[in-house]
Protein backbone atom coordinates (compact mmCIF):
# COMPACT_ATOMS: atom_id res chain seq x y z
CA UNK A 1 0.00 0.00 0.00
CA UNK A 2 1.26 3.34 -1.15
CA UNK A 3 1.94 5.68 1.77
CA UNK A 4 -0.41 8.84 2.21
CA UNK A 5 0.59 12.52 3.34
CA UNK A 6 -1.03 13.52 6.40
CA UNK A 7 -0.52 15.23 9.89
CA UNK A 8 0.53 18.40 10.97
CA UNK A 9 1.98 21.09 13.95
CA UNK A 10 5.45 21.26 12.90
CA UNK A 11 6.20 17.96 10.96
CA UNK A 12 5.54 15.67 7.95
CA UNK A 13 3.61 12.80 8.35
CA UNK A 14 3.32 9.42 6.11
CA UNK A 15 1.05 6.51 6.60
CA UNK A 16 2.49 3.38 5.52
CA UNK A 17 -0.52 1.23 5.66
CA UNK A 18 0.64 -1.56 8.68
CA UNK A 19 0.84 -0.71 12.28
CA UNK A 20 4.46 0.04 12.95
CA UNK A 21 6.43 -1.29 16.32
CA UNK A 22 10.04 -0.29 15.36
CA UNK A 23 12.32 1.88 13.75
CA UNK A 24 15.30 3.57 13.44
CA UNK A 25 17.45 6.07 11.18
CA UNK A 26 20.22 4.35 8.97
CA UNK A 27 23.99 5.15 9.33
CA UNK A 28 24.62 5.98 5.67
CA UNK A 29 27.96 6.92 6.29
CA UNK A 30 29.17 2.89 6.83
CA UNK A 31 26.14 1.09 5.06
CA UNK A 32 26.96 2.90 1.75
CA UNK A 33 31.13 3.17 2.27
CA UNK A 34 32.97 3.00 -0.99
CA UNK A 35 34.81 -0.31 -1.67
CA UNK A 36 38.51 0.21 -3.21
CA UNK A 37 36.61 -0.33 -6.44
CA UNK A 38 33.91 2.51 -5.65
CA UNK A 39 36.24 4.90 -4.31
CA UNK A 40 37.09 6.45 -7.96
CA UNK A 41 33.26 6.26 -9.07
CA UNK A 42 32.99 8.28 -5.72
CA UNK A 43 35.36 10.90 -6.22
CA UNK A 44 33.49 11.24 -10.14
CA UNK A 45 30.40 11.49 -8.33
CA UNK A 46 31.93 14.45 -6.37
CA UNK A 47 33.37 16.93 -9.06
CA UNK A 48 30.51 16.11 -11.21
CA UNK A 49 28.58 17.75 -8.42
CA UNK A 50 26.52 14.26 -7.63
CA UNK A 51 24.19 15.51 -4.40
CA UNK A 52 24.47 12.47 -1.18
CA UNK A 53 21.49 10.56 -0.79
CA UNK A 54 19.19 11.54 1.95
CA UNK A 55 18.75 10.37 5.65
CA UNK A 56 17.29 6.76 5.57
CA UNK A 57 15.26 5.25 7.98
CA UNK A 58 14.10 1.40 8.50
CA UNK A 59 10.59 0.73 9.63
CA UNK A 60 9.01 -2.51 10.87
CA UNK A 61 5.57 -3.42 12.04
CA UNK A 62 2.23 -5.32 10.59
CA UNK A 63 -1.19 -7.24 11.57
CA UNK A 64 0.64 -10.00 13.08
CA UNK A 65 -0.23 -13.61 12.25
CA UNK A 66 -3.82 -14.55 10.98
CA UNK A 67 -5.84 -13.40 7.85
CA UNK A 68 -5.76 -9.68 8.91
CA UNK A 69 -5.31 -8.08 5.58
CA UNK A 70 -3.01 -6.65 7.17
CA UNK A 71 1.05 -7.34 6.00
CA UNK A 72 4.38 -7.74 7.85
CA UNK A 73 7.13 -6.14 6.10
CA UNK A 74 10.09 -3.49 7.08
CA UNK A 75 9.98 -0.67 5.18
CA UNK A 76 13.32 1.56 4.22
CA UNK A 77 12.40 5.37 3.25
CA UNK A 78 14.20 7.87 2.90
CA UNK A 79 13.47 11.84 4.12
CA UNK A 80 12.36 13.64 1.16
CA UNK A 81 13.69 17.23 1.89
CA UNK A 82 12.62 18.38 -2.18
CA UNK A 83 8.61 17.91 -0.34
CA UNK A 84 9.55 20.14 2.67
CA UNK A 85 7.18 22.80 3.44
CA UNK A 86 6.06 24.63 6.43
CA UNK A 87 5.48 21.59 8.17
CA UNK A 88 8.54 20.39 8.06
CA UNK A 89 10.74 17.38 6.24
CA UNK A 90 8.46 13.98 5.93
CA UNK A 91 9.55 10.30 4.89
CA UNK A 92 9.24 9.70 1.14
CA UNK A 93 5.92 8.73 0.03
CA UNK A 94 7.03 6.18 -1.92
CA UNK A 95 9.65 3.60 -0.14
CA UNK A 96 13.09 2.89 -0.77
CA UNK A 97 12.85 -0.78 -0.25
CA UNK A 98 10.36 -2.97 1.35
CA UNK A 99 10.81 -6.68 2.14
CA UNK A 100 7.64 -9.05 3.60
CA UNK A 101 8.06 -10.69 6.39
CA UNK A 102 5.34 -13.55 6.35
CA UNK A 103 3.78 -14.75 9.32
CA UNK A 104 6.12 -13.02 11.65
CA UNK A 105 5.76 -9.35 12.92
CA UNK A 106 9.35 -7.11 13.40
CA UNK A 107 8.51 -5.89 16.55
CA UNK A 108 11.98 -4.77 17.78
CA UNK A 109 14.84 -3.31 15.94
CA UNK A 110 18.62 -2.76 16.69
CA UNK A 111 20.54 -1.41 13.71
CA UNK A 112 24.46 -1.80 13.99
CA UNK A 113 26.04 1.30 14.14
CA UNK A 114 28.68 0.60 12.21
CA UNK A 115 26.92 -1.07 8.76
CA UNK A 116 26.48 -4.46 10.08
CA UNK A 117 22.76 -5.07 9.11
CA UNK A 118 19.66 -4.72 11.30
CA UNK A 119 18.62 -7.31 13.95
CA UNK A 120 15.15 -7.39 14.12
CA UNK A 121 13.13 -9.50 16.93
CA UNK A 122 9.83 -11.45 16.06
CA UNK A 123 7.57 -13.41 17.87
CA UNK A 124 9.80 -16.75 18.12
CA UNK A 125 13.17 -15.12 17.67
CA UNK A 126 15.55 -12.83 16.30
CA UNK A 127 16.87 -12.24 12.47
CA UNK A 128 19.33 -10.96 10.64
CA UNK A 129 18.96 -8.81 7.86
CA UNK A 130 21.82 -7.67 5.59
CA UNK A 131 22.32 -4.57 3.62
CA UNK A 132 22.43 -5.06 0.29
CA UNK A 133 23.19 -1.92 -2.29
CA UNK A 134 20.98 -1.92 -5.63
CA UNK A 135 21.98 -0.48 -9.19
CA UNK A 136 19.37 1.92 -10.52
CA UNK A 137 18.93 5.21 -11.81
CA UNK A 138 19.42 6.46 -8.47
CA UNK A 139 23.09 6.95 -7.37
CA UNK A 140 22.57 4.49 -3.69
CA UNK A 141 19.71 2.22 -3.36
CA UNK A 142 19.47 -0.02 -0.84
CA UNK A 143 17.94 -3.61 0.32
CA UNK A 144 17.63 -6.10 2.78
CA UNK A 145 18.54 -9.36 2.62
CA UNK A 146 17.79 -11.80 5.68
CA UNK A 147 21.09 -14.02 7.02
CA UNK A 148 19.60 -17.38 7.25
CA UNK A 149 22.80 -18.48 8.99
CA UNK A 150 23.40 -15.75 11.16
CA UNK A 151 21.68 -15.66 14.84
CA UNK A 152 21.14 -19.33 15.11
CA UNK A 153 21.84 -19.01 18.55
CA UNK A 154 18.77 -16.65 19.10
CA UNK A 155 16.67 -18.09 16.29
CA UNK A 156 14.17 -19.63 18.25
CA UNK A 157 14.40 -17.95 21.82
CA UNK A 158 11.22 -16.17 22.07
CA UNK A 159 10.02 -12.58 21.58
CA UNK A 160 12.78 -10.21 22.59
CA UNK A 161 10.90 -7.17 24.50
CA UNK A 162 14.34 -5.02 23.98
CA UNK A 163 17.61 -4.90 21.28
CA UNK A 164 20.58 -3.01 21.31
CA UNK A 165 23.84 -2.91 20.29
CA UNK A 166 26.56 -0.57 22.03
CA UNK A 167 27.48 2.40 20.50
CA UNK A 168 30.95 1.05 18.93
CA UNK A 169 28.68 -1.97 17.77
CA UNK A 170 31.00 -4.61 19.65
CA UNK A 171 28.49 -5.97 22.26
CA UNK A 172 24.85 -6.99 21.65
CA UNK A 173 22.49 -7.11 24.53
CA UNK A 174 18.52 -8.54 23.98
CA UNK A 175 15.92 -9.15 26.94
CA UNK A 176 12.47 -10.80 26.86
CA UNK A 177 10.52 -12.88 28.88
CA UNK A 178 12.92 -13.49 32.03
CA UNK A 179 15.75 -13.93 30.04
CA UNK A 180 19.38 -10.78 29.77
CA UNK A 181 21.60 -12.03 27.37
CA UNK A 182 24.42 -9.83 26.56
CA UNK A 183 26.77 -11.18 23.56
CA UNK A 184 30.17 -9.82 21.97
CA UNK A 185 29.41 -9.21 18.14
CA UNK A 186 29.89 -10.80 16.05
CA UNK A 187 31.50 -13.27 17.37
CA UNK A 188 28.63 -14.11 19.62
CA UNK A 189 30.27 -15.09 22.78
CA UNK A 190 28.35 -14.65 25.91
CA UNK A 191 29.52 -11.25 28.37
CA UNK A 192 26.96 -12.13 31.36
CA UNK A 193 23.57 -13.49 31.43
CA UNK A 194 20.50 -13.15 34.01
CA UNK A 195 17.95 -15.20 34.60
CA UNK A 196 14.98 -13.68 36.11
CA UNK A 197 11.49 -15.85 35.48
CA UNK A 198 9.45 -13.41 37.48
CA UNK A 199 10.28 -10.43 35.29
CA UNK A 200 10.42 -9.17 32.46
CA UNK A 201 12.83 -6.59 30.84
CA UNK A 202 11.61 -3.82 29.91
CA UNK A 203 14.36 -1.73 28.12
CA UNK A 204 18.20 -1.52 27.86
CA UNK A 205 20.86 0.99 26.94
CA UNK A 206 24.54 0.72 26.84
CA UNK A 207 27.04 4.20 28.25
CA UNK A 208 28.97 5.47 25.25
CA UNK A 209 31.84 4.16 26.30
CA UNK A 210 31.06 0.59 26.49
CA UNK A 211 31.36 0.28 30.35
CA UNK A 212 28.09 0.05 31.81
CA UNK A 213 24.73 -1.35 30.34
CA UNK A 214 21.43 -0.52 32.21
CA UNK A 215 18.35 -2.86 32.68
CA UNK A 216 14.84 -1.64 33.73
CA UNK A 217 12.48 -4.52 34.47
CA UNK A 218 8.71 -5.12 34.83
CA UNK A 219 9.66 -4.59 38.37
CA UNK A 220 12.22 -3.81 40.73
CA UNK A 221 14.96 -1.34 40.73
CA UNK A 222 16.60 -0.04 37.50
CA UNK A 223 20.07 -2.25 37.50
CA UNK A 224 23.38 -1.15 35.91
CA UNK A 225 25.75 -3.79 35.29
CA UNK A 226 30.07 -2.87 34.62
CA UNK A 227 30.77 -4.97 31.57
CA UNK A 228 34.38 -5.96 32.33
CA UNK A 229 33.40 -7.32 35.25
CA UNK A 230 30.16 -8.62 34.92
CA UNK A 231 29.27 -7.47 37.83
CA UNK A 232 26.35 -5.49 39.20
CA UNK A 233 27.26 -2.10 40.23
CA UNK A 234 24.64 -0.42 40.96
CA UNK A 235 20.78 -0.91 41.99
CA UNK A 236 18.71 2.36 40.99
CA UNK A 237 16.08 2.10 43.55
CA UNK A 238 12.87 3.36 43.08
CA UNK A 239 10.65 6.35 45.43
CA UNK A 240 7.12 5.38 46.59
CA UNK A 241 4.85 5.12 44.02
CA UNK A 242 7.25 5.06 41.14
CA UNK A 243 7.09 2.16 38.33
CA UNK A 244 10.44 2.84 35.50
CA UNK A 245 10.15 2.37 31.91
CA UNK A 246 12.96 3.31 29.04
CA UNK A 247 16.55 4.58 30.64
CA UNK A 248 19.37 5.83 28.46
CA UNK A 249 23.05 7.07 28.98
CA UNK A 250 24.64 10.09 27.97
CA UNK A 251 27.88 11.86 27.43
CA UNK A 252 27.77 15.60 28.23
CA UNK A 253 29.89 18.32 26.75
CA UNK A 254 32.56 17.62 29.99
CA UNK A 255 32.89 13.94 29.36
CA UNK A 256 30.37 13.38 32.26
CA UNK A 257 28.13 10.58 31.68
CA UNK A 258 24.36 11.05 32.87
CA UNK A 259 21.77 8.06 32.99
CA UNK A 260 18.20 9.21 32.35
CA UNK A 261 15.43 6.76 33.47
CA UNK A 262 11.61 7.71 32.73
CA UNK A 263 9.19 6.27 35.42
CA UNK A 264 5.39 6.94 36.08
CA UNK A 265 4.45 7.79 39.45
CA UNK A 266 0.66 7.84 40.21
CA UNK A 267 -0.89 9.97 37.41
CA UNK A 268 2.58 11.35 35.92
CA UNK A 269 4.95 10.96 33.86
CA UNK A 270 8.58 11.98 34.73
CA UNK A 271 12.41 11.76 34.45
CA UNK A 272 14.93 11.29 36.75
CA UNK A 273 18.73 11.86 36.17
CA UNK A 274 21.62 9.67 37.68
CA UNK A 275 25.17 10.75 38.45
CA UNK A 276 26.91 7.27 37.36
CA UNK A 277 30.12 8.11 39.20
CA UNK A 278 28.10 8.42 42.57
CA UNK A 279 25.00 6.57 41.27
CA UNK A 280 22.53 9.17 43.24
CA UNK A 281 20.20 11.06 42.06
CA UNK A 282 20.71 14.58 40.49
CA UNK A 283 17.29 14.96 39.62
CA UNK A 284 13.71 14.84 38.81
CA UNK A 285 10.64 16.33 37.01
CA UNK A 286 7.05 15.65 36.38
CA UNK A 287 6.61 16.07 32.67
CA UNK A 288 3.09 15.06 31.50
CA UNK A 289 -0.14 13.61 32.78
CA UNK A 290 -0.54 10.76 29.81
CA UNK A 291 1.62 7.68 30.27
CA UNK A 292 5.13 7.38 28.83
CA UNK A 293 5.59 4.89 25.73
CA UNK A 294 8.88 6.01 24.46
CA UNK A 295 12.17 7.60 25.05
CA UNK A 296 15.02 9.10 23.44
CA UNK A 297 18.10 11.41 23.78
CA UNK A 298 20.03 12.85 21.88
CA UNK A 299 23.82 11.56 22.75
CA UNK A 300 25.24 14.73 24.43
CA UNK A 301 22.49 14.68 26.06
CA UNK A 302 21.23 18.52 25.07
CA UNK A 303 18.06 17.19 24.03
CA UNK A 304 15.71 14.58 25.74
CA UNK A 305 12.05 13.23 23.73
CA UNK A 306 9.33 11.23 25.58
CA UNK A 307 5.83 10.23 23.31
CA UNK A 308 2.73 9.02 25.00
CA UNK A 309 -0.08 6.45 24.95
CA UNK A 310 -2.39 9.24 23.64
CA UNK A 311 -0.06 10.28 20.65
CA UNK A 312 1.70 12.95 22.10
CA UNK A 313 5.05 14.28 21.68
CA UNK A 314 7.23 16.40 23.92
CA UNK A 315 11.20 17.11 23.51
CA UNK A 316 12.92 19.17 26.36
CA UNK A 317 16.25 20.82 27.28
CA UNK A 318 17.95 18.62 29.65
CA UNK A 319 20.02 21.31 30.99
CA UNK A 320 16.39 22.74 33.10
CA UNK A 321 14.11 19.97 31.81
CA UNK A 322 12.33 23.36 30.18
CA UNK A 323 10.09 21.73 27.04
CA UNK A 324 10.99 23.27 23.52
CA UNK A 325 8.48 21.36 21.58
CA UNK A 326 5.04 20.10 22.31
CA UNK A 327 2.95 18.11 19.41
CA UNK A 328 -0.64 17.09 20.66
CA UNK A 329 -1.86 14.20 19.33
CA UNK A 330 1.09 13.84 17.04
CA UNK A 331 -0.52 10.57 16.39
CA UNK A 332 -3.82 9.43 16.92
CA UNK A 333 -2.81 6.23 18.43
CA UNK A 334 0.64 5.19 21.15
CA UNK A 335 3.80 6.51 20.08
CA UNK A 336 5.52 3.05 19.42
CA UNK A 337 9.21 4.30 18.50
CA UNK A 338 11.45 7.81 18.76
CA UNK A 339 15.02 8.53 17.62
CA UNK A 340 16.63 11.92 16.79
CA UNK A 341 18.36 12.19 13.76
CA UNK A 342 22.27 12.18 13.57
CA UNK A 343 22.57 16.07 12.57
CA UNK A 344 19.98 16.64 15.80
CA UNK A 345 17.67 18.21 13.78
CA UNK A 346 14.82 16.27 13.50
CA UNK A 347 12.76 13.46 15.42
CA UNK A 348 11.39 10.32 14.19
CA UNK A 349 8.28 8.83 15.69
CA UNK A 350 6.19 6.13 14.94
CA UNK A 351 2.91 4.88 16.42
CA UNK A 352 0.12 2.23 15.55
CA UNK A 353 -1.84 3.99 13.94
CA UNK A 354 0.59 3.32 10.66
CA UNK A 355 2.09 6.48 10.67
CA UNK A 356 5.47 7.70 10.68
CA UNK A 357 6.58 11.38 11.39
CA UNK A 358 9.27 13.55 11.24
CA UNK A 359 9.44 16.40 14.06
CA UNK A 360 11.78 19.31 13.34
CA UNK A 361 13.15 19.89 16.83
CA UNK A 362 16.36 22.63 16.07
CA UNK A 363 16.94 24.99 13.89
CA UNK A 364 20.45 24.84 11.97
CA UNK A 365 20.58 28.42 12.75
CA UNK A 366 20.49 28.14 16.57
CA UNK A 367 23.80 25.77 16.36
CA UNK A 368 26.48 28.04 17.42
CA UNK A 369 27.04 31.44 18.91
CA UNK A 370 24.25 34.31 18.49
CA UNK A 371 25.43 36.98 16.22
CA UNK A 372 23.13 40.09 18.24
CA UNK A 373 25.34 39.95 21.41
CA UNK A 374 28.83 40.48 19.26
CA UNK A 375 26.38 43.74 17.48
CA UNK A 376 25.88 45.00 20.63
CA UNK A 377 29.12 45.14 21.97
CA UNK A 378 30.57 46.81 18.56
CA UNK A 379 27.89 49.50 19.34
CA UNK A 380 28.77 49.77 22.91
CA UNK A 381 32.75 50.13 21.61
CA UNK A 382 31.46 53.23 19.71
CA UNK A 383 29.52 54.86 22.13
CA UNK A 384 32.54 54.59 24.47
CA UNK A 385 34.98 55.49 22.11
CA UNK A 386 33.11 58.31 20.91
CA UNK A 387 32.60 59.59 24.65
CA UNK A 388 36.16 59.40 25.12
CA UNK A 389 37.08 61.54 21.73
CA UNK A 390 34.50 64.34 22.99
CA UNK A 391 34.28 64.25 26.74
CA UNK A 392 35.86 67.36 26.92
CA UNK A 393 32.86 69.04 24.69
CA UNK A 394 30.70 67.49 25.97
CA UNK A 395 31.52 68.88 29.59
CA UNK A 396 31.70 72.46 28.48
CA UNK A 397 28.30 72.07 26.58
CA UNK A 398 26.63 70.65 29.93
CA UNK A 399 28.43 73.98 32.21
CA UNK A 400 26.72 76.62 29.30
Not at 115 to 136: H, I, M, S
Not at 359 to 380: E, H
Request: proline share 5%; hydrophobic share 40%; aromatic share 8%.
Amino acid sequence: MAPRGGGGGGGGQRTYGFPIYCAAWLPLAHILKPGAAGADADADASSSGSVPPPPMALLGGGGGEGRSGVPNKLVVAALDLAAAGEAGPALSAVPVFEAGTEEQVPYRMAVHPRGDGALVAFPNGCRLYRWKTQEGEEPQKLALQFDEEALVELKDIGLQLAVSFSVEGSILAIGGEGYLRVLKWPAMESVLTEADTKTSIKDLNFSSDEKFLAVNRSSGPCRVWDLQSSEVVANLGREAGEIFGFCRFCTKADNCHILFVTAMQGDYGKIISWNTTSWTRIGSKKITREAISAFAVLPDGALLAIGTIEGSIIVLGSKNMRTLVTVKKAHLGIVTTLAFSQDSRTLLSTSFDSTARVTSVRSPKSNGPSIWPMILAIILAILVYCYMQHKEDLLAMLQH
